[in-house]
């Protein structure tokens, strides 16, 4: 399985911008996708961001698009998150995941890698 690493997680006001780092090692040319998903307190775990390696194509839920933009350094093996523009309602713990996109959605079970997460916290 690959090892996944989470970093640049940290306290920014609304309106301001974070990138997460997520570095991987070990069997990550087994991957196809990699994507990123957050929980916030209370509530249930939800995709962020996706990425196919082969292609790049991404993948974005609305709540993020346009604020949100994923990229894969291949020659680093890191992945990352740019946030801008972010509000109180972003704050979560960011987890990075690799594992399969089914073409249709990017779900928790299709991912069998994943980091420990990175805390975002957003104030007002």
């Known amino acids: 399985q690959a090892q996944l690493v989470e970093s640049g997680g940290g306290l920014v006001q609304a309106g301001g911008s974070l990138r997460l780092s997520c570095a991987a090692s070990g069997r990550t040319f087994e991957k196809y996708a990699m994507g990123w998903f957050r929980q916030a307190p209370g509530k249930e775990r939800e995709f962020v961001a996706g990425?196919?390696?082969?292609?790049?194509?991404?993948y974005y839920p609305g709540s993020v698009e346009g604020r949100f933009t994923i990229s894969m350094n291949n020659a680093k093996n890191t992945m990352y998150l740019e946030m801008n523009s972010l509000k109180p309602e972003d704050t979560a713990v960011y987890y990075c995941a690799g594992g399969w996109y089914n073409g249709i959605q990017w779900t928790e079970a299709g991912m069998d890698s994943w980091g420990k997460g990175t805390l975002v916290t957003v104030s007002k």
């Open positions: 990425i196919i390696l082969s292609s790049s194509r991404t």
